[in-house]
C-alpha cells in the first residue's frame, strides 16, 4: 500500500495504545516522513467515533511552519495512516532530558514557535487541549513543531458560531490548569496557554511546577499559588522570564495572559541576552 502510494517504509519510532509512528521516505522526492498508523481495532468507540475524526479534519486543514505538516492519510482496511514530515531532532522532553534545561534566547524560540502556531490555531477556533513537551517536536536547526491534535476541537458551535466550553477532561495532569481538574466547563484556548506555562517553566528549569501525584492538593497548589522556581533557576532567570511564566500559570482566567498577549510580547519576540540582574 505504501510502496503504491510512492512511499518507502522505515524503522519504528514511536508506539501508542492504539497506534505507531515509522520512518518513511517519499520515493519521488526523497523527502524523509513519518507515519502515523491508527489501528482502528485498537481503538476505543469514543476514539473512533468522536475524536479521530475530528483529528483528521483539523490537521488536513492546518498550514503553519511551527505546526508539523501533514502531506497525505491514507485510508485501507481497519487502519488510517497519517502520512507528515519527519521532525529529525526528536520531541521536547527527549531534548530536556538529554541536554537540561535551557538558557532563556533558545527558550524564547521554542514557546514563541508554538505562541505563534496556538495563535494560528486559535484564530482558526480551533484549541489543542493536550500541550505538553512530548507534542512538541524539534525540526531543522531547532525549529519548533506542535504535533498531536488528537483531542483538538473546533471552539465555535458550527450553527450559531457562539464560542463553546470544553467539559471533556483532556491532556495530561501535570499541565493542566485548575479548571481543567476540577471538573467545571473551561474555556480551553485559555488552558491551552496555561499548558504552555507548565512547558515554559520546564524548558527553563528542567523540572516540573507542579506535583501530580496528589491531584488535590496539586489543585490547591495551583489556585493558591504555592509553587516558586527552583533557587538557582531565580538567580540566572530574568524578571521578565519569571513574571511572564506567572502570567501564564495565572488560575484566574479573567487575569491570565492571552495568547494574542503573549505574540505581542517584546521580551519574548526579541533576542535579548539573560538579565541576571534580578
Not at 489543542?128 to 512538541?136: F, Y
Amino acid at each position: 500500500m505504501f510502496y503504491r502510494n510512492g512511499y518507502r517504509l522505515g524503522e519504528k519510532i514511536g508506539t501508542g495504545s492504539f497506534a505507531i509512528v515509522r520512518k518513511a521516505l517519499n520515493s519521488a522526492t526523497g523527502k524523509p516522513m513519518a507515519v502515523k498508523i491508527i489501528d482502528h481495532n485498537l481503538a476505543t468507540k469514543e476514539v473512533q467515533e468522536k475524536f479521530l475524526p475530528r483529528e483528521l479534519e483539523i490537521i488536513s486543514t492546518l498550514k503553519h511552519p511551527n505546526i508539523i505538516e501533514v502531506e497525505k492519510i491514507v485510508r485501507f482496511g481497519p487502519y488510517t495512516c497519517v502520512i507528515m514530515e519527519q521532525a529529525k531532532e526528536g520531541d521536547l522532553l527527549e531534548f530536556i532530558l538529554k541536554k537540561g534545561c535551557m538558557a532563556e534566547p533558545p527558550a524564547k524560540k521554542i514557546i514563541n514557535g508554538i505562541v505563534k502556531a496556538l495563535q494560528y490555531c486559535h484564530s482558526n477556533n480551533i484549541a489543542h487541549r493536550d500541550l505538553k513537551c512530548e507534542n512538541i517536536l524539534l525540526g531543522d536547526h531547532g525549529d519548533p513543531k506542535l504535533s498531536d491534535f488528537g483531542f483538538a476541537r473546533c471552539v465555535t458551535d458550527p450553527i450559531n458560531k457562539k464560542r463553546l466550553l470544553s467539559r471533556t477532561f483532556c491532556g495530561s495532569a501535570a499541565y493542566v490548569p485548575p479548571e481543567v481538574l476540577r471538573g467545571t466547563p473551561y474555556n480551553p484556548m485559555m488552558s491551552d496557554v496555561w499548558s504552555l506555562g507548565v512547558i515554559f517553566f520546564i524548558v527553563v528549569t528542567g523540572l516540573m511546577p507542579f506535583d501530580d501525584s496528589n491531584l488535590p492538593k496539586m489543585v490547591e497548589s495551583q489556585i493558591k499559588k504555592k509553587w516558586t522556581f527552583p533557587k538557582n533557576c531565580k538567580d540566572r532567570l530574568s524578571s521578565e522570564c519569571q513574571h511572564l511564566i506567572r502570567k501564564m500559570l495565572e488560575p484566574d482566567i479573567m487575569l491570565r495572559v492571552t495568547i494574542n498577549q503573549l505574540a505581542n510580547n517584546e521580551w519574548l519576540k526579541s533576542d535579548t541576552t539573560v538579565d541576571k540582574s534580578t
